[in-house]
Each structure stands twice: as structure tokens, then as C-alpha cells.
């Protein structure tokens, strides 16, 4: 208990050294989202849209024809399509020499992405995800389990964890064995304190498995357990809480932007909106006029803090319907999206969708989009949309491919000049042809 108020202690006085750039957005975020309606965070909002608005107009080209940039209105409805087809012109001129982060995201539409992020932005969304995560009963320094794809890209060093105090579970191969090991390890832990952070595919593999060998862990002292990356279905919210004795929450964010909205330990059936860092608007799936509460729309995204590279009305291909609360101020009822196919090996095991994620990511300047489609028991499809001429790197790929599937697995790739859509807009990442019987 200590220990992990002097990890908390020891984060702000580093950030305080570094002049207080986490705390102070912290600070903004509480006041703009504990009370939308004051006039103060009216003010911060409106002076924060004007702000990321001019600049957008006066250091990229993309948007440098836009006459009025006082309305948000003025400016075009973007897709991810249109950032990567002209991603030059969405780069800030003012930020072309900074040190800027690079980050990648392909979500559930196989389309590879990546774009710029400043110091600021990266500041901002380190204060929303401790915002957050204290309105989950989550206080920096407590203990965190990350149920995620880990790999040498993204995997934190053994003192880092313990620093941090997270455990990083490995979901890569979620057998009965994996599940049975995160219990032990929940149930060995005496820390007071602790919160569960994960893929949904993962939560639902693990409450099939609680009901089905009838386990309740009661005292776990598990605060909450988010879900991130994909929908939240009503079973894995209801049946992972039931067994776990904890309130299973959504956070809808994305690798490109950031966490747009999150459910709570006070709001634990309806999203809260991150109206402090975006702005966020709910359009038909017609055209661009905004829709009633209780329609489904595209929420379409404006980030107030990514300098580097401005991205105003960003379409992020998922829908929602929105309430107002008893203040007036919007929040999401519900949000769909991101659901993907379950994928085998070939000893039929499940193979996290994520994985594929990470067989791709050194190869995304190189693509347009790509897609795994799993064919049969142990065959596979990849479908590759190149941006060159050739891809010299098919053999390994399809080593890394069998390193996760299995040495017997049979891959080819085939080379396409496009992946179609489905219905709704969006391209599946994952496709299971195969279906393995229950």
C-alpha cells in the first residue's frame, strides 16, 4: 500500500521537475469534464477548437484554402483513406524539423496507418488516460494487469513493470492453461488495489471459462476491469463482473487519437465523451448533418491537440447513438464496431486477432491495406495491396506467420489491387472462411 503511494508520489514529482506538463492538462481535463456547463471550461473548449483550427489552416496545405476558420462546419468530413493518400498535406509545417512520435494503427479494416504526434499531444493523452482511469477506481502507482499482445515492439522492461507496477500478460494463445495461470496470479496477489486491462476477445475467453467451471472470485480486490479495442457485448460485461466481483468498463479510444470516450465506475452503462480533448460529432450515415439522441451516427472526431498533424472531423469508421445528460451535455448510449473474426492455429487453439496486427506493422510503408483470411483447418490467405511494385519480403512474412500458427500451416499470398468493403464502410482485417465447429 506504500509502496504503491510512493510510485504515485514519485510519477508527479518527476512530471513536476519536468514543469508539471502532465499535471497541468490533468488539471484542465478534471475541470472541463467534472463541470462541462461552468463557464470556464466553456471558455478553455471554445479558445482550444480556434486554437487548432487556425493553426490547421495556416501550416498545412491540406486545409490551407479554408477562408473561415472560426467554424468547425467550414472545415470537410476526413477519412483515414484521405490522411494516408495525402499525408504530406495534413503535416504541420510549424513541426516538420520537432521530435515528433510516431504512431500506427490498423484497427479491424486491415488499412495501414500511421501519422505524427508532438510532446504536447503525447502530454495530453498521458493526462487523459489518468483521468480516466481514476474515475475506474484506478490511481497511479496501484496495480495493473495489461492483457495485451506483447512484443518486442511494444513490451515494457522487467524494471519498467516494476516501477510502474504492471504485469503484462501475454494473450497471444488464450488456452485453458493461459486463463488458469492469470487466475493464480490474481489470486497470489495481496495487493490491495488493482485494475485488469484488456482485449474484449480476451475478457469473453475468460468469462466462458469462469461459467463454465463455475468460478467465483470474490476477493480479488479487483477495482474494475477495462475493456478496450473492440465492442463490449452485454455477456462478457455481465458474466466477466459476475465471476470477478467487479464492474466491467469500455473505453473507446484509438491508437491515432487517443481515448474519445470511456465508461465509469459512476457511469458504468452509458460513455462518457473526452470533450476536453476533442470534439466530438455525431453525423447521419447519409450525409454530414448531425442526428437526433437515439439515431445511430458516425462519430466523427476533431483532436484539439495534435499540432503536428491537424486532423479536424475525422471520420473513425464506427457508429454510435448519443443522450444528453441531466446537464445538457452529450454522452454516447451506445457504440458499435471493431468486432472480428476468431482465428485458429493449426491445433485449432484461438489466436488472438491482435497477433496479426504485429505481422504486418514492419511492412506498413509498404501497403495499402492487407487482410488474413483464415481458409481452412490449417490454411491461410493473406491478401496483400501493395503501394510498390513488388514485396520482397513474402517469405518472411510467412515464416512469421507459421511462428505464431504453427510449422505446418499452409500460406500463400496473393496480391490484389483492391480489398472490398463491407456494407458499412468498413474492410475487415480478420476473416475466418473456416468456421471451426463448437
Known amino acids: 500500500?506504500?509502496?504503491?503511494?510512493?510510485?504515485?508520489?514519485?510519477?508527479?514529482?518527476?512530471?513536476?521537475?519536468?514543469?508539471?506538463?502532465?499535471?497541468?492538462?490533468?488539471?484542465?481535463?478534471?475541470?472541463?469534464?467534472?463541470?462541462?456547463?461552468?463557464?470556464?471550461?466553456?471558455?478553455?473548449?471554445?479558445?482550444?477548437?480556434?486554437?487548432?483550427?487556425?493553426h490547421a489552416v495556416k501550416t498545412t496545405s491540406f486545409y490551407s484554402n479554408i477562408k473561415n476558420s472560426e467554424s468547425i462546419k467550414d472545415f470537410p468530413v476526413i477519412r483515414k483513406t484521405d490522411i494516408q493518400n495525402n499525408f504530406e498535406a495534413f503535416q504541420s509545417s510549424?513541426?516538420?524539423?520537432?521530435?515528433?512520435?510516431?504512431?500506427?494503427?490498423?484497427?479491424?479494416?486491415?488499412?495501414?496507418?500511421?501519422?505524427?504526434?508532438?510532446?504536447?499531444?503525447?502530454?495530453?493523452?498521458?493526462?487523459?488516460?489518468?483521468?480516466?482511469?481514476?474515475?475506474?477506481?484506478?490511481?497511479?502507482?496501484?496495480?495493473?494487469?495489461?492483457?495485451?499482445?506483447?512484443?518486442?515492439?511494444?513490451?515494457?522492461?522487467?524494471?519498467?513493470?516494476?516501477?510502474?507496477?504492471?504485469?503484462?500478460?501475454?494473450?497471444?494463445?488464450?488456452?485453458?492453461?493461459r486463463i488458469e495461470a492469470l487466475i493464480e496470479l490474481l489470486k497470489n496477489d495481496n495487493q490491495p488495489n488493482k485494475i485488469l486491462l484488456g482485449f474484449v476477445s480476451a475478457f469473453e475467453l475468460i468469462s466462458k471459462y469462469l461459467e463454465k467451471h463455475n468460478i467465483y472470485l470474490d476477493d480479488l480486490n479487483i477495482n474494475s476491469a477495462i475493456a478496450n479495442s473492440e465492442y463490449l457485448n452485454p455477456y462478457t460485461k455481465n458474466t466477466l463482473g459476475k465471476h470477478l466481483?467487479?464492474?466491467?468498463?469500455?473505453?473507446?479510444?484509438?491508437?491515432?487519437?487517443?481515448?474519445?470516450?470511456?465508461?465509469?465506475?459512476?457511469?458504468?452503462?452509458?460513455f462518457i465523451i473526452n470533450h476536453a480533448s476533442y470534439h466530438v460529432e455525431l453525423l447521419s450515415l447519409e450525409n454530414d448533418e448531425p442526428v437526433a439522441p437515439g439515431?445511430?451516427?458516425?462519430?466523427?472526431?476533431?483532436?484539439l491537440f495534435n499540432y503536428a498533424m491537424p486532423i479536424i472531423?475525422?471520420?473513425?469508421?464506427?457508429?454510435?447513438?448519443?443522450?444528453?445528460?441531466?446537464n445538457g451535455v452529450m454522452g454516447f448510449e451506445e457504440i458499435?464496431?471493431?468486432?472480428?473474426?476468431?482465428?485458429?492455429?493449426?491445433n485449432g487453439n484461438i489466436i488472438s486477432s491482435f497477433v496479426v496486427y504485429t505481422k504486418f506493422y514492419n511492412y506498413y510503408h509498404l501497403l495499402k491495406q492487407y487482410q488474413f483470411i483464415q481458409q481452412g483447418e490449417k490454411n491461410y490467405e493473406v491478401k496483400l495491396n501493395l503501394k510498390t511494385e513488388s514485396f520482397d519480403f513474402e517469405n518472411e512474412l510467412i515464416e512469421s506467420i507459421k511462428s505464431e500458427?504453427?510449422?505446418?500451416?499452409?500460406?500463400?499470398?496473393t496480391y490484389v489491387d483492391e480489398i472490398p468493403p463491407l456494407a458499412s464502410g468498413k474492410r475487415r482485417k480478420v476473416v475466418n472462411n473456416y468456421k471451426k465447429p463448437q
Open 1 to 54: 500500500m506504500y509502496l504503491n503511494q510512493t510510485r504515485n508520489q514519485f510519477y508527479w514529482l518527476l512530471d513536476g521537475i519536468k514543469g508539471s506538463k502532465i499535471k497541468n492538462h490533468f488539471t484542465e481535463i478534471k475541470l472541463c469534464l467534472d463541470h462541462p456547463q461552468c463557464q470556464e471550461a466553456k471558455r478553455i473548449k471554445k479558445r482550444n477548437v480556434k486554437r487548432v483550427l487556425r
Open 94 to 177: 510549424k513541426f516538420l524539423e520537432s521530435d515528433n512520435y510516431k504512431v500506427s494503427t490498423s484497427g479491424s479494416t486491415g488499412v495501414p496507418f500511421f501519422l505524427f504526434q508532438n510532446k504536447k499531444k503525447r502530454n495530453r493523452n498521458h493526462a487523459d488516460v489518468i483521468y480516466f482511469c481514476e474515475r475506474c477506481d484506478y490511481n497511479i502507482g496501484d496495480r495493473l494487469y495489461e492483457l495485451e499482445v506483447w512484443r518486442e515492439y511494444n513490451q515494457k522492461s522487467k524494471l519498467k513493470s516494476t516501477l510502474q507496477n504492471v504485469v503484462q500478460f501475454d494473450i497471444s494463445k488464450l488456452t485453458n492453461e
Open 245 to 270: 466481483n467487479t464492474t466491467v468498463l469500455s473505453r473507446y479510444s484509438s491508437e491515432e487519437v487517443g481515448i474519445i470516450a470511456h465508461q465509469t465506475i459512476d457511469s458504468p452503462n452509458s
Open 295 to 303: 439515431e445511430f451516427g458516425r462519430i466523427v472526431v476533431t483532436d
Open 313 to 326: 472531423r475525422y471520420d473513425t469508421g464506427d457508429i454510435a447513438k448519443y443522450i444528453l445528460d441531466d
Open 336 to 346: 458499435e464496431g471493431r468486432k472480428m473474426d476468431l482465428i485458429f492455429d493449426t
Open 405 to 413: 500458427f504453427g510449422e505446418d500451416a499452409k500460406i500463400i499470398v
